[in-house]
């Protein structure tokens, strides 16, 4: 009997311990991705002359091509979105943020082999959420959990760094000769991105969707580290009033 009531204590605890299993291992992919080395570069649209396209706004008939800039190139250029190569020319991370403004569109890591192992994606309303993904399928964890939008991540993220490829037409992804390295250990003064419907007043503190001065807590909103305590980050607005405290892994680091 007393057996019997182990297996059954163990079979409702298994979908917890599968959870915490794969997290826990992507997780620790995507921090020795953010300890790596990585070149930064940029990839813009270019008009039917193959000049950089600058308009806040553009259409789509105006793009003819894409290509791939490093950090001196970019002064009034209209940026698609950010990638980070590795030292063996390999996409690790992309990041992209919405036209309109400075909030989280998409941050997708890759592994070596090009494939997607975590995003984040954020449509700006209550389409927004975050992706696990290992040789089992994708693990997906919706904000809010009442989300219809079960598969809103396909319009965020891609798959691979194939699709990047076969979406902008590059034949081969490549960083610029001159790009910028650079890494993501967090510190003091660094942009990040919340990745988080709620904050703390404190470490392991009260939660809470308001943080301090009443400033309202939105997922992929841009924010300030202020300082670093035991996995734990306090963070700023922009306008560097303080907000609260997060965990260190519910934000991304912005460079």
Request: charged content about 20%; hydrophobic content about 40%; aromatic content about 12%.
């Amino acid at each position: 009997m007393r057996m019997i009531i182990i297996l059954y204590i163990l079979f409702l605890l298994s979908p917890y311990t599968f959870a915490q299993s794969y997290k826990a291992i992507i997780q620790t992919e995507i921090n020795a991705i953010n300890k790596m080395p990585l070149w930064i570069a940029y990839l813009v649209p270019l008009d039917s002359f193959g000049e950089v396209i600058n308009n806040e706004y553009m259409e789509f008939n105006q793009i003819h091509s894409y290509k791939i800039l490093d950090d001196g190139q970019i002064n009034n250029v209209n940026v698609l979105f950010t990638m980070y190569f590795d030292r063996n020319n390999k996409i690790r991370k992309v990041f992209k943020r919405w036209a309109d403004g400075g909030a989280l569109h998409s941050i997708a890591y890759y592994n070596s082999n090009g494939r997607l192992i975590y995003g984040v994606y954020n449509k700006g309303d209550e389409t927004h959420g975050k992706l696990y993904a290992d040789t089992s399928g994708f693990h997906i964890k919706h904000f809010p959990k009442e989300n219809e939008c079960k598969d809103c991540f396909e319009a965020y993220l891609f798959l691979s760094t194939k699709c990047i490829e076969t979406q902008y037409n590059i034949i081969m992804l490549q960083r610029p000769k001159n790009a910028k390295r650079t890494n993501f250990t967090p510190q003091v003064g660094d942009s990040a991105i919340l990745c988080s419907t709620h904050i703390y007043s404190l470490p392991n503190g009260e939660k809470t969707a308001k943080g301090e001065d009443g400033i309202t807590v939105q997922f992929g909103m841009p924010v300030i580290i202020s300082a670093l305590t035991n996995g734990w980050c306090r963070v700023n607005s922009i306008f560097n009033a303080p907000i609260g405290y997060i965990p260190i892994q519910n934000i991304e680091i912005i460079k």
